[in-house]
């Protein structure tokens, strides 16, 4: 969403200069990482872009690792409460950002439609 925001302002600042076509479709297949690295040239927050990069490596840990233990780490309630410690911790993060990413996500959106309203009175494109 946030992504498809930007695009759409930047079509509309550029629009009487030439014609710029990027569009939701074009990041819907797109990998984390190259999500991550548009994300970060499109957004001036660095403390938001830093909480995700901190999470990639956990994120990958949760999608891949996370619920393969071993038979013995089955066993072993130590290393049971130390996992579930980690992935406490991750989901916490995540959730950290999470909101953080909402609140781009609102600020961009309240700066589309300013531009609007600077463009076309009736809020109509």
């Not at 600020?107 to 589309?112: K, N």
Request: with cysteine.
């Amino acid at each position: 969403m946030y992504l498809r925001n930007a695009y759409e302002i930047i079509a509309l600042r550029v629009r009487d200069e030439f014609e710029y076509t990027r569009s939701e479709a074009d990041v819907r297949k797109k990998s984390m990482g190259q999500l991550l690295r548009e994300f970060r040239q499109m957004t001036s927050n660095a403390p938001l872009v830093s909480q995700i990069v901190g999470l990639v490596e956990d994120r990958n840990f949760c999608a891949h690792e996370a619920f393969l233990l071993t038979y013995e780490e089955q066993q072993n309630t130590a290393a049971l409460t130390k996992a579930i410690a980690r992935i406490k911790d991750i989901e916490a993060r995540a959730e950290a950002c999470r909101l953080g990413l909402f609140d781009e996500v609102r600020r961009i959106q309240d700066r589309w439609g300013e531009m609007i309203k600077k463009i076309e009175p009736s809020g109509a494109v």
